[in-house]
């Protein structure tokens, strides 16, 4: 699968993505990755805990919205 039209991009993120779920299955803490591309012809990843999450519009607006609140939080 790929997940962005650049190789090298592409490798970047298959290497972030396979360091965040070591790390996170090493440390039991969690993260959300977006990565929304400019131009319509490239995909939309969103990454839950460093794995692939199938989003809709829907699934994306819940998510912005948690990191919103958790950003707040933070102050």
């Known amino acids: ?9 592409d490798r970047a993120f298959i290497s972030l993505m396979d360091a965040l779920v070591s790390w996170e299955r090493d440390t039991g ?7 929304i591309p400019d131009a319509d012809d490239e ?17 994306l607006i819940i998510q912005l919205d948690m990191l919103i609140s958790k950003i707040k939080g933070r102050g």
Do not use: N
Not at 1 to 9: C, I, L, N
Not at 29 to 35: D, K, P, V, W
Not at 51 to 58: A, R
């Open 43 to 59: 995909k939309t990843i969103l990454l839950v805990d460093g794995k692939p999450y199938p989003h809709g519009p829907l699934d």
């Open 1 to 9: 699968m790929s997940w962005h039209k650049d190789q090298r991009v």
């Open 29 to 35: 803490r969690g993260s959300r990755l977006i990565f």
